[in-house]
């Protein structure tokens, strides 16, 4: 059996910050004793994702272009956050309203898992919101441009099967969130 250890940081610096991108250059020391200096790492923001059930057993859905793979995709609603300076289970309930009208007052953390971290620093922290409601106030970003989809639960899977549904945070939630409420 081996020892894994973890990578020495030599040093850091970031190499490019605005607001929509940052990255940091990492020179860091295997634990083989090899140095490599150009390890690049994206410094982004903790990202919440909503499963969000209404009173008559509708996920809300929001369908929107997604310019990194250039499609349209239907995605639960979700958006990024500081985490040094508001929780997780606030920014979610920030994030429902703004993105698509709905509101909760049910809401609870399923779980906390690493988007890609071979590359990136951040976190999706996956949160159900039950018993769901229109609120009629929406307020997009000026990169969000959405349509509300519901869905019925029992529908969900026969999505996922087809590939409309192919967005990895929201199939880890909605996995876990429908294995939550059974």
Known sequence: MISIKPWKTLKSRLVFDNKWCRVRQDEVELPSGEVVDDYFINV?????????????????F??????????????????????????????????????????????????TLYDNPVKDTNTIHLIMAEQAQPSGIQNLDITEEVEIVLLPIDEVMKKIEQGEICVSGTIAALFLGLNFLS
Do not use: W
């Not at 793979?69 to 994030?95: H, M, Q, W, Y």
């Open 44 to 60: 982004r923001p903790d990202i919440v994702l909503i499963l969000a059930i209404t009173c008559d057993r509708n996920v809300v």
């Open 62 to 111: 929001v369908r929107q272009y997604r310019h990194g793979v250039g499609k349209i995709l239907l995605e639960l609603p979700g958006g990024g956050f500081n985490s040094t300076e508001e929780d997780s289970i606030k920014a979610a309930a920030r994030e429902l309203e703004e993105e698509t009208g709905y509101v909760s007052d049910h809401m609870v953390s399923l779980a």
